[in-house]
């Protein structure tokens, strides 16, 4: 029996023996194959873009300026308008008939005052002569001084009334474009209150953009260099479309709104086709210096992270490095780097998906597609 159990152990520990292996070591992942392009520099004109807002030099809103009824409008929607153009017309004959009353009132005051005049200049010729108190040439002198008081203030009377009548013909402030009639003939309006139309100027027409503070002095020489017909430092886009006019400064703000840190500035593009309508939004693309260089990679090599943006650089032992880069214009399908790249060094093109940070990378193509090559 004893040698039964001694063999039984021998056999158990020649079994736990055998099974104490060693755990095999983990292989490094293999080269990610990818396609690899070197950054050169690029002379293409850069162009820095702002968000743009079309606004007319000059607009005005037609407001009633006395109570009444629309009597006659005297003009097409749309059309263009000259300054003093009678444009709309308001019931005026409330108002003519307070003239006329007022008219009359000011001839009582003048007979008034004529009355007044004569018995002053008696009272003061019989006072030479002692023949009156001093007491009745104070009187009279009194009612005289009343008197042209009375016609001043009848003159203003009329001169108000009179301003009513002109209130009821609405002329255009100046020459511009009217908008859609907000009223029609028969209706009722509200003096201050009710808004008959819109008149704005539209050639030439304005475009205002917000610029960092940071660049008030680079527009600022923008605005004070003499520029050409053929000048396209700005130019105005909607979309893939881009106005076939250039523009130039008008005029920048007076001050830098201390909330955003940015200023208005506002520009002027010629608009004789007017296709050009106050409150359209685009983009205002602002040419660089065309001398200047810059890097110029395929978008396709960037990636974006909580809006940062990163591109993958190839460093020794083909090893990649994901580093920060700062993206200006797009143009087609490469985009500028403004900074986070120079020339000379290698990024990563097509394969960026399946990298990561220290990851080593191959140019040649995987067996598969070389085989299928």
Do not use: W
Request: glycine share 8%; with cysteine; hydrophobic share 40%.
């Amino acid at each position: 029996m004893s040698k039964i159990y001694i063999s039984i152990a021998a056999v158990a520990l020649l079994a736990s023996c055998g099974g104490k292996q060693e755990a095999p070591q983990q292989k490094a992942p293999p080269p990610v194959s990818v396609t690899v392009i070197t950054v050169k520099d690029t002379t293409a004109v850069v162009h820095d873009e702002y968000p743009a807002t079309v606004t007319a030099l000059n607009e005005i809103k037609l407001t009633a300026q006395v109570n009444g009824y629309i009597t006659g409008v005297f003009f097409k929607d749309g059309d263009k308008v000259r300054k003093g153009q009678r444009l709309y017309s308001i019931d005026q004959q409330v108002y003519n008939a307070n003239l006329q009353q007022a008219q009359a009132n000011q001839q009582v005051q003048e007979t008034n005052l004529m009355k007044a005049q004569k018995d002053a200049d008696r009272y003061h010729e019989l006072q030479k002569h002692d023949a009156i108190a001093t007491q009745q040439v104070d009187y009279a002198d009194a009612a005289l001084e009343a008197a042209k008081k009375q016609v001043a203030a009848s003159k203003a009377g009329v001169s108000a009334v009179r301003a009513n009548v002109g209130f009821a013909v609405i002329t255009a402030p100046f020459t511009g474009t009217i908008g859609i009639s907000g009223v029609k003939k028969g209706t009722a309006v509200v003096a201050g209150q009710t808004i008959l139309n819109t008149v704005s100027t539209d050639d030439p027409i304005a475009v205002d953009v917000n610029i960092d503070q940071k660049e008030i002095f680079r527009f600022t020489q923008l605005q004070q260099q003499k520029t050409g017909p053929g000048d396209s430092t700005f130019t105005l886009a909607f979309g893939a479309d881009t106005y076939s006019e250039t523009g130039k400064i008008y005029l920048i703000d007076r001050a830098v709104d201390p909330q955003t840190g940015t200023i208005k500035t506002r520009l002027v593009f010629p608009n004789k086709k007017g296709m050009l309508k106050s409150g359209m939004n685009g983009t205002l693309r602002v040419a660089g210096n065309n001398k200047a260089t810059s890097v110029l990679i395929p978008f396709k090599a960037v990636t974006e992270q909580l809006g940062e943006y990163f591109t993958y650089v190839v460093g020794d032992s083909s090893k990649v490095t994901q580093r920060k880069v700062e993206i200006g214009q797009q143009l087609g399908g490469n985009v500028i780097i403004r900074s986070g790249l120079k020339s000379g060094e290698k990024i990563v093109v097509e394969g960026v998906q399946n990298l990561r940070q220290g990851s080593v990378i191959t140019t040649a193509l995987p067996a598969a597609q070389a085989q299928k090559k």
